[in-house]
């Protein structure tokens, strides 16, 4: 089974600066997603960015990018000019390829990182 | 809007008392899930279904049964509510292999 870790229970950072949240993950599949969610106090989860384990590119969404190291398993997402509405809680998740037809496209999470945004 | 509604929003119930909590969607979405979020545990998957009257379990099954007798809903009952089930429950749809996953807004339930 495949499992997600993100070590940071709580990060901070100032407006307009920028702030990078960790998460690790375990697989023994080559080919799979990873996703970084955000929550914030709504309880809405919001996808923030998602990248295919098959390409070597970082994905980049605006002020959002992804450091994705796959010999290390490591995931992580840089928020850069930080905004106050950044203030959430993030997910890291992992989801198998569906090509086979047998993930069904289940999801498996991080713990979930807390971030707060000084004005 | 991904056409996605989970009732109810909120609920307080006691202890051995069953409770059934509804994910609605209005597009004919595939995939239907149901997840709990937990301090600590992130979001953790209860049920799913790939269709019609089929469902399977996820990693936290004990306690929840799931119904799917129509595309548009699929039905997460607690049979005996207990304590340790006080979470927010999240529905999720999606349409397609590969295709992403939406949430509902999520229900808190509290069983006292």
């Known amino acids: 089974a495949q499992t997600v870790t993100q070590s940071q229970p709580e990060m901070s950072v100032q407006e307009a600066e920028t702030v990078t949240l960790s998460c690790t993950y375990d697989?023994?599949?080559?080919?799979?997603?990873l996703f970084w969610y955000k929550q914030p106090p709504s309880r809405q989860m919001i996808l923030v960015i998602r990248?295919?384990?098959?390409?070597?590119q970082n994905a980049t969404e605006n002020r959002f990018s992804v450091n994705f190291q796959k010999a290390a398993k490591s995931f992580s997402l840089k928020i850069s000019d930080s905004q106050l509405g950044d203030a959430a809680m993030y997910f890291c998740?992992?989801?198998?390829?569906?090509?086979?037809?047998?993930?069904?496209?289940?999801?498996?999470f991080g713990q979930g990182t807390i971030l707060t945004v000084h004005p | 809007d991904a056409g996605i509604t989970q009732s109810p929003r909120h609920k307080v119930t006691e202890t051995g008392t069953p409770v059934t909590l509804r994910c609605h969607q209005t597009e004919n979405h595939r995939y239907m899930y149901w997840y709990r979020q937990d301090p600590g545990h992130g979001l953790r998957l209860i049920h799913y279904s790939y269709g019609v009257k089929d469902t399977d379990k996820g990693e936290v099954s004990d306690g929840y049964s799931v119904s799917r007798s129509k595309t548009e809903d699929f039905l997460l009952t607690l049979e005996s509510a207990t304590s340790s089930q006080t979470s927010v429950y999240f529905c999720?749809?999606?349409?397609?292999?590969?295709?992403?996953?939406?949430f509902g807004q999520g229900t808190r339930l509290t069983v006292v």
């Open positions: 998740a992992y989801r198998s390829d569906d090509a086979g037809g047998t993930s069904y496209g289940k999801l498996t």
């Open positions: 697989t023994s599949e080559s080919d799979y997603y």
């Open positions: 990248q295919e384990a098959y390409k070597q």
């Open positions: 999720a749809i999606r349409s397609f292999e590969g295709s992403e996953a939406f």
